[in-house]
């Protein structure tokens, strides 16, 4: 079985590739388009080219499960939401519509943040303490698989990395909570 975990966005996507449950690569795959004023459905449509079209150990051919992250869409109201979900949500919901209509042999999973990660979220600014879920992905990997990881040079990038390999280990069941217990 192979597996491929997306943490989409429209500047590019956090991708993980896993067979029989072990993590083969991961990493950050930028959009060609950059241009912020181009036409959402275009940047939505790069980005899951760039994710579809990444690394040369990933067949995508062969993908038989694609897990990718559903945004969450607030109620709008006082206090309930930031931004405009058109804006931010919906995107990224195109990035995995488009995505999963590349891959129609795979059996599609979303998964809303609140699933895997609870209320953990991504730090505002790259000078606040490094992100949690960095080092909950890096607990639950073998020493062989942590090499695998292509972090790159952007730490919000790495950021979008951690989530990808965190969705799809999540989704193999390998992303549960540690509890440690008091010794007697």
Known sequence: MTLLSIDPAT???????FSEGVLLAAAYT???IK???????????ASAQAAFSWG?????NHVDELAVELPQIYSRGANKTKGDPNKTALPMAMVDAALAAMLP????FSYQPHAWKGTTQKPKRVSD????IIHRVRERLTPAE????????SVERSWDIADAV??????????GRVRTFARE
């Open 11 to 17: 500047h590019g996507c956090g991708v993980a590739f």
């Open 30 to 32: 930028p959009s060609s």
């Open 35 to 45: 241009d912020t004023n181009v036409d959402i459905v275009q940047r939505c449509v």
């Open 56 to 60: 040369p150990r990933v067949n995508v």
């Open 105 to 108: 042999q795979a059996t599609v």
């Open 129 to 132: 303490p490094e992100y949690v």
């Open 146 to 153: 942590q090499q695998v990881i292509n972090w790159g040079k």
């Open 166 to 175: 965190a969705i799809g280990l999540f989704h193999l069941g390998r992303f």
